[in-house]
């Protein structure tokens, strides 16, 4: 692979060694690299989600949804994403409109009871509440202004996917389609889909198979987490570009950047990924053929 000084490597000590081949296809990160994700505009979001829950499942004060929300929140981060499981958006929504009605949470230290917890609300209600909170994310949260442009020009030239660590499948779906990406993206893998996030080999296999199983080191993998996608791409073998710039304030999960990989582009923001590629591809016209 290259690194920032453009010189050739084939592993830098940590999973598969990379075997450098023609690009051929690209995944892409979502949330923070196709669509930033600020603070400010991730509660934008559950302020509105909360809104149409506290009228239309309660009447609830919406002060107390969004008291709740976040509390079953950071429980399901602390609790799933150590074991590399996705959160569950229609487990939290249950415990929230649990606890609105009047089920006492448990301890900081022990599991919901999710059965009963089922109980205090409906599939219907579910559903409903997830509707809004993916109608509340697809308008008040604007993709990178390179983003949709980006992705009809990489269409033109490799295979393209999102892959994305994401609770809720159908949000990224209907974020796609409302933005007209749809069209030129062979799929969207998510980890709510696939069980596990990033960087569970898991989900790198499940892009690679969607993008009809191109050797790993023709895959070139572009997002802003350094474990989960950084290090994770690499693991399986991929190449990668690591995008420096995110919201300084965003609530997604992050790492911090270490020294067991080094990324074949680095890139300040996602408009310089197509020059980036480019002088990937001069690279590996260049380097000594095998064999």
Do not use: C
């Not at 505009?41 to 709740?68: C, D, K, N, S, Y």
């Not at 269409?155 to 990406?181: K, Q």
């Not at 999960?253 to 020294?259: C, E, I, L, Q, V």
């Amino acid at each position: 692979m290259t690194g920032r000084s453009g010189q050739a490597e084939s592993s830098d000590g940590l999973g598969a060694a990379v075997d450098p081949r023609p690009i051929e296809a690209v995944s892409l990160d979502f949330g923070n690299t196709l669509v930033p994700v600020s603070a400010a505009g991730l509660r934008r979001v559950v302020e509105r989600t909360a809104q149409a829950m506290a009228a239309h499942l309660g009447p609830f004060e919406e002060t107390e949804v969004l008291r709740i929300w976040g509390e079953e929140r950071e429980r399901q981060f602390r609790e799933d994403i150590p074991r590399f499981r996705e959160v569950d958006l229609s487990q939290r929504l249950a415990r929230i409109l649990a606890r609105l009605r009047g089920m006492a949470p448990p301890p900081a230290d022990t599991p919901w009871d999710d059965a009963r917890a089922a109980e205090r609300s409906t599939p219907d209600e579910i559903e409903w509440a997830i509707d809004a909170y993916s109608r509340a994310f697809v308008e008040g949260l604007p993709a990178a202004p390179a983003a949709g442009a980006l992705i009809r020009r990489l269409a033109g030239r490799y295979r393209v996917v999102i892959l994305s660590n994401w609770p809720l499948a159908s949000t990224i779906d209907r974020y796609a389609e409302a933005a007209g990406w749809t069209p030129y993206l062979r799929a969207i893998v998510v980890s709510q889909r696939v069980g596990v996030v990033k960087p569970h080999p898991a989900m790198f296999e499940a892009a690679r198979k969607a993008l009809d199983g191109p050797p790993p080191g023709a895959i070139l993998h572009v997002g802003d987490d350094w474990a989960a996608d950084v290090v994770g791409a690499r693991a399986v073998g991929w190449r990668v570009a690591y995008l420096r710039a995110r919201p300084g304030d965003s609530p997604l999960p992050s790492s911090t950047r270490d020294t067991s990989v080094t990324p074949d582009l680095e890139l300040s923001t996602i408009d310089e990924l197509e020059d980036g590629l480019a002088r990937l591809e001069r690279h590996d016209r260049a380097a000594p053929q095998a064999g």
